[in-house]
């Protein structure tokens, strides 16, 4: 049963503060200290070495490939680089043999960042580190937890993978705003080359810190962590749960308690493991066995290069193309404010890797508007087949759309034929369907009988009912079988109307 409502609903008078910490492996060849290959889904306990395992006397060697994809998550954030050190942070765990994890403390690499929703919020980035991975333990038993399980095995192939640690700010409001953080930054991670951000793999895993307080509080209220969120709309749904909790707690005259809470995914609730550790439980201390990371601005500036648009910037890219050039922008004849379609049409092209298809249409001379839409609504329908497909012919297709040559409709069949055939000559396509573009004077003729058919519309449309054309449209569209161009019918209209 999906108990997920689509977040940002809590109770009346209450609003919910969250701030996401989320780790991401990265796409290293090598593991952070040792030279372990670092692959997801090897044999248990075949990529280690001394080093990774904690044996005495071993040495960590700092992967400069991790610092530099560090490096890139950070520019990608807008952090600010900065000298860095490593400290360990002491605790026991099976998973982790030497007993202390390397991780960035006090002076962390990336701080002070920001990311940008696809609706424009920003969401402030306090800090992005490096630190190690711990092994993996799978308890054996029916729940699959630690409690009650028969017996507990430990791999540690992930031991020593280089991990980011990237923390929000408490600058979220709703779920909404938790799921479209965490989809952007993956998709920022993913553009950056820095992770593969697969979150079913564990390559990206969010916590989520949630807290509520009452809308006149001026202070936040307590947070407590939820753990185990393995999907976007896991996320969400712990969300949502846990804020209901907190509220239902408080208003029973309750309070919450700062803990470390588990997602069940099965029970749709959260659970407390732990109540939440501090920082001075963990004696940190800086390593010993590790000098200062001091990236200077030539390393910067090298990684930054290397850095390809990331997801904003190429919404921003499409925003432009449709708000300049060739007339496409503000006004596209049909006369309809919608700002949010597009907002809409431009994340899913994005977020689909089409937007290069539209650009590409654009420079060609094809509306913006027009490639936007078939792309964003067509297109993506199949949008594997659409990033395979020869720019080409989607410019030849789009400009026959464009000029009148194919309706609509017909365009859209088309589209189709070229997606399964990955290109095409869309002419020729059209000519085998016998999609032949209407004569102008047919087109005449056939306007003239709908206008005739409807004399009361007619008489209204003259009067200034501009949107009685859809009437009108219909109809010539129905006696044409879509072959006829609905702009061409529209200006026929006009024309008559005088
Ligand atoms: P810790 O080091 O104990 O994990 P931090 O201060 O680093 O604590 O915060 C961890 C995360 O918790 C951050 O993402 C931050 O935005 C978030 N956070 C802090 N205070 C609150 C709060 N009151 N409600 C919700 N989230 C919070
Ligand atoms: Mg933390
Ligand atoms: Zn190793």
């Known amino acids: 049963m999906d108990r997920y409502q689509g977040g940002g609903v809590v109770t009346e008078g209450w609003e919910l503060v969250i701030g996401l910490e989320v780790h991401c492996e990265l796409r290293t060849e090598t593991k952070l200290f040792c030279g372990c290959r670092n692959l997801f889904g090897d044999e248990p306990n075949s990529n280690v ?116 640690e990237i923390v929000s700010a408490p600058d979220m409001r709703t779920a909404v705003q938790a799921r479209a953080y965490a989809t952007e930054l993956r998709a920022i991670l993913i ?98 066995d590790l000098v200062p990371v001091v990236p200077d601005a030539e390393w910067k500036a090298a990684v930054a290069d290397t850095l390809g648009l990331m997801p904003a910037q190429r919404r921003a890219r499409l925003v432009e193309l449709l708000s300049g050039g060739n007339g496409a922008g503000g006004n596209d004849g049909d006369g309809d404010g919608d700002g949010e379609l597009r907002v809409d049409q431009i994340a899913t092209v994005v977020d689909l890797g089409l937007d290069d298809l539209v650009v590409g249409a654009v420079a060609a001379g094809v509306p913006a508007t027009l490639a936007l839409a078939r792309t964003a609504n067509e297109a993506a329908t199949d949008a594997e087949a659409a990033r395979r497909l020869d720019g080409s012919s989607y410019v030849a297709l789009l400009t026959l759309e464009a000029s009148g040559s194919l309706s609509a409709t017909q365009a859209k069949v088309v589209l189709g034929d070229l997606l399964l055939a990955g290109g095409g000559d869309p002419a020729m396509l059209a000519k085998e369907k016998g999609f032949e573009a209407m004569s102008a004077d047919s087109l005449v003729e056939t306007v003239g009988q709908a206008v005739a058919a409807e004399p009361d519309a007619w008489a209204r449309y003259c009067d200034g009912e501009d949107k009685l054309a859809q009437v009108f449209v219909g109809k010539v569209m129905k006696a044409t079988r879509g072959q006829a161009n609905g702009k061409a019918v529209v200006a026929e209209l006009q024309r008559l109307r005088g």
Not at 208 to 215: D, F, P, T
Not at 249 to 259: A, D, I, K, R
């Open 49 to 164: 070495c001394p080093v990774c395992l904690g044996l005495p006397g071993s040495l960590p060697v700092l992967n400069q490939r991790a610092v530099e994809l560090a490096m890139a998550i950070g520019t990608a954030l807008h952090c600010d680089i900065r000298p860095s050190t490593f400290h360990r942070k002491n605790y026991f765990y099976p998973d982790q043999a030497k007993d202390y994890q390397i991780s960035q403390y006090d002076e962390p690499i990336n701080v002070d960042g920001w990311l940008d929703l696809p609706d424009g919020f920003r969401v402030r980035v306090e800090r992005a580190h490096l630190e190690e991975d711990t092994g993996k333990t799978t308890h054996a038993g029916a729940s699959g937890r630690i409690h009650g399980a028969d017996y507990s095995l430990v791999d540690y192939n992930r031991s020593g993978v280089p991990l980011v």
């Open 191 to 288: 553009a950056s080359g820095a992770s593969d951000g697969k979150m079913e793999e564990g390559s990206m895993r969010v916590d989520a810190n949630v807290s509520v307080r009452r809308s006149t509080d001026a202070t936040f209220g307590t947070r407590c962590e939820i753990k185990n969120l393995n999907s976007v709309r896991s996320l969400g749904r712990a969300i949502d749960y846990e804020a209901q909790r907190q509220v239902a707690l408080l208003e029973s005259g309750g309070v919450v308690e700062q803990q470390t809470r588990h997602w069940d995914e099965g029970t749709g609730r959260t659970e407390t493991l732990r109540s939440k550790e501090e920082a001075y439980d963990y004696r940190y201390f800086r390593e010993p």
